[in-house]
T-cell receptor, first 114, second 114 residues
């Protein structure tokens, strides 16, 4: 049981390049999330998927797209990277089951855009 | 709109000393409140949460937090800090238990002196 896994762990891009961040969970969770973490700002929600086949925008969706490939996988794509997208990206998942359920986070992907 | 402030950016305590991390929130109704811990290079882990009932909540790793509606606060406490508690701590407020409704505070970094 690996929990939430993210690849890659670290990536350097040039402005304008594209890339996809991968996230997978093996806990059979319904909901999955993408956050970005910037110094002094806590986590901000980029996109989420409440269930397989659905995606919705969060607080900071501009410049990103997502795909809920199946129940396990939720990818985040940067079509044309910008320096403002330099951040640490976290994926999380959660079971839909009421107030006792908890979000589980992956280890993060550090992205540097030059 | 909901918001969270964590007044202390960085706190240093000696091992064995008591700890209190402050969290103040703004939310119109009864909030869901959370404390997460992030160890260096890791994702976030839930320490505890409050959504109803007893206003003193016990969590993992010996942490507790108290919800004070009159002060709009949810401060995190631990009676005796261990060196392994050095990490970043995030308070979050939400309209429900689900991540799409969360707002995270900017975090407090805890250093522990031997």
């Amino acid at each position: 049981n690996a929990g939430v896994t993210q690849t890659p762990k670290f990536q350097v891009l040039k402005t304008g390049q594209s890339m996809t961040l991968q996230c997978a969970q093996d806990m059979n969770h319904n909901s999955m999330y993408w956050y970005r973490q910037d110094p002094g700002m806590g986590l901000r929600l980029i996109y989420y998927s409440a269930s397989e086949g659905t995606t919705d925008k969060g607080e900071v969706p501009n410049g990103y797209n997502v795909s809920r490939l199946n129940k396990r996988e939720f990818s985040l794509r940067l079509e044309s990277a910008a320096p403002s997208q330099t951040s640490v990206y976290f994926c999380a998942s959660q079971r839909a089951g009421g107030n006792q359920e908890t979000q589980y986070f992956g280890p993060g992907t550090r992205l540097l855009v030059l | 709109a909901q918001s969270v402030t964590q007044p202390d950016i960085h706190i240093t305590v000696s091992e064995g000393a008591s700890l209190e991390l402050r969290c103040n929130y703004s939310y119109g109704a009864t909030p869901y409140l959370f404390w997460y811990v992030q160890s260096p290079g890791q994702g976030l882990q839930l320490l505890l949460k409050y959504f109803s009932g007893d206003t003193l909540v016990q969590g993992i790793k010996g942490f507790e937090a108290e919800f004070k509606r009159s002060q709009s606060s949810f401060n995190l406490r631990k009676p005796s800090v261990h060196w392994s508690d050095a990490a970043e701590y995030f308070c979050a407020v939400g309209a429900s238990n689900y991540g799409q409704n969360f707002v995270f505070g900017p975090g407090t970094r805890l250093s522990v002196l031997p």
